[in-house]
């Protein structure tokens, strides 16, 4: 009894203190830590509802491995999605007090990649919400960061358009949603499919080469206490025991001028959280297992891919 009343009470416990804010920037990471706006008025339960409890999946059940040849032209030593095809770029949503970060990432690469290829002329948001409500019985509670559960779905039953069925933010009193028929007006679900997906699994130069010339994957990533500080900058572990688990869309990557080769990551706290609602993260050392398990769409661009249901 004792433990759990002391389980609850840290749970209650503010996300952010400015004694751990001292303590993390005494170690003087190579990034800017702050009070982030979204996080500072959030408790650690509420913090622990955003995040997963799963570690990704390494062999997912679907998925191809990707095929970039080597006899292509050299990977660019920067590449940004946002400034190569920003017509394409969705915007950064907020997914609240809820672990669906695994959908919205899925449906953004899904998104992105039909965009690059032509198939959509402009950014085009897919619905995470159908994904949330018929991949998984769980809702905000599903705790799944296996982009491979999404992918599976996206895959062999395919997704709206997000202006069908649109995101649900979670409350106390609904948590998960019944599977849609019909889109939120009532009128006929038009499916969209992609042809499969792909994956690069602990391959940090096959990784680069799949964003430059094949587009954003989705990422897992670990979540360490100090990230919950981040504010700016080339983000590494510096501090603090995992919390969860997100998932993200890496979009681009680079090299400072001091020489720290990064990801460019798109994050789900809001477009007012961090770099514009992105990340920027230490790469090639796998920094808190961010390139083991990364996934992308197949698209062909000659083939129909919208379905009436």
Known sequence: MRFLVLLIASLAEPLLTQAELRQIQALAPTWKAGIPE???SLTKSDFKRMLSADSPRTQPSMVRPIHVPESEDPAPDHFDFREEYPQCITEVIDIGLCSSSWAHSAVDAFSHRRCLTGLDQEATRYSAQY??????????????TQGDIAWDFIATTGVPLESCVKYTDYNETQSSWPC??????????????????????FNSERLKRAVAFRGP???????????????E???????????GFLSVEIVGYGTSDEGQD???????????WGEDGYFRI????????IEEATYGAIINSDKPSTIAK
């Not at 990064?262 to 007012?272: A, L, M, R, T």
């Not at 230490?282 to 297992?289: F, H, K, P």
Request: hydrophobic fraction near 30%; include cysteine; proline fraction near 4%.
């Open 131 to 144: 994904i949330l409500s018929c991949a998984s019985t769980n809702g905000c509670f599903g705790f799944s």
């Open 180 to 201: 849609p028929s019909v889109c939120n007006d009532n009128s006929f679900l038009e499916i969209y499919k992609p042809d499969g997906y792909e994956g690069v699994g």
């Open 282 to 289: 230490v790469r090639g050392q796998d920094e808190c297992q």
């Open 262 to 272: 990064y990801w460019i990551v798109k994050n789900y706290w809001g477009p007012d």
């Open 217 to 231: 994957m989705q990422a897992m990533f670990a979540v360490y206490e100090d990230f919950t500080y981040y504010l």
């Open 38 to 40: 979204r996080l500072k």
């Open 233 to 243: 900058g080339i983000y590494s572990h510096t501090y603090g025991n995992r919390a």
